[in-house]
């Protein structure tokens, strides 16, 4: 199994531009998240899912979108990127619920200019 | 929402002596609280995790203890070694929480040879 996978590993934008993360799982779990970590502040959650067709917001939602139409991807769109958004995203996984064990993707590093 | 501090934001020790942090939570109701650890560069991974129905719980050389009434939580590391640099952190979260893990601002650990 390759776990939890992100693409891409880099990416630069310019204020404005929009892009797509995209994150993946093949061990069949129900729960996903995304998560940024910022110096000092943790990891913050931005999206979660529950399972296919279902997606609510974390602590940071603000110019971010979700969608998950399959129990293996959760894409997170960046609708009109902004400097603020500079940080690295983690995907995370976990079996059922989020009491259980979170695998996390090995992360995108977002550069906003 | 749910609040998690995380103390002490940098810890160093000695190779060999122990290693405590220390976390504190707002919401009574939060069941679950995992430890990450994360190496440098690398994607977090969970470490040890206690649920609110145990005071304690030990894996080798880390433990975990939970005081619900204080509303804190720690992780013990003995016999500390230089893999165990790294930052970790720790989260709370409550079933019926709307499926959200938070997360502390994380403890770079560095054990010194």
């Known amino acids: 199994n390759a776990g939890v996978t992100q693409t891409p590993k880099f990416q630069v934008l310019k204020t404005g531009q929009s892009m797509t993360l995209q994150c993946a799982q093949d061990?069949?779990?129900?729960?996903m998240s995304w998560y940024r970590q910022d110096p000092g502040m943790g990891l913050r959650l931005i999206h979660y899912?529950?399972?296919?067709?279902?997606?609510d917001q974390g602590e940071v939602p603000n110019g971010y979108n979700v969608s998950r139409s399959t129990t293996e991807d959760f894409p997170l769109r960046l609708l009109s990127a902004a400097p603020s958004q500079t940080s690295v995203y983690f995907c995370?996984?976990?079996?059922?619920?989020?009491?259980?064990?979170?695998?996390f993707g090995p992360g995108t590093r977002l550069t906003v200019l | 929402g749910e609040n998690v501090e995380q103390h002490p934001s940098t810890l160093s020790v000695q190779e060999g002596d122990s290693a405590v942090i220390k976390c504190t939570y707002s919401?009574?109701?939060?069941?679950?609280f995992p430890w990450y650890k994360q190496e440098l560069g690398k994607r977090p991974q969970l470490i040890i995790d206690?649920?609110?129905?145990?005071g304690e719980k030990k894996d080798q050389r880390i433990a975990v203890t939970l005081n619900k009434t204080a509303k804190h939580f720690s992780l013990h590391i003995t016999e500390t070694q230089p893999e165990d640099s790294a930052v970790y952190f720790c989260?709370?979260?409550?079933?019926?929480?709307?499926?959200?893990?938070?997360f502390g601002t994380g403890t770079q650990l560095k054990v010194e040879l």
């Open positions: 995370a996984s976990s079996r059922d619920r989020v009491v259980d064990e979170q695998f």
């Open positions: 919401d009574s109701a939060s069941n679950y």
């Open positions: 061990m069949n779990h129900e729960y």
């Open positions: 899912s529950v399972g296919a067709g279902i997606t």
């Open positions: 989260a709370a979260s409550f079933t019926g929480g709307g499926n959200k893990l938070t």
């Open positions: 206690i649920r609110s129905n145990v």
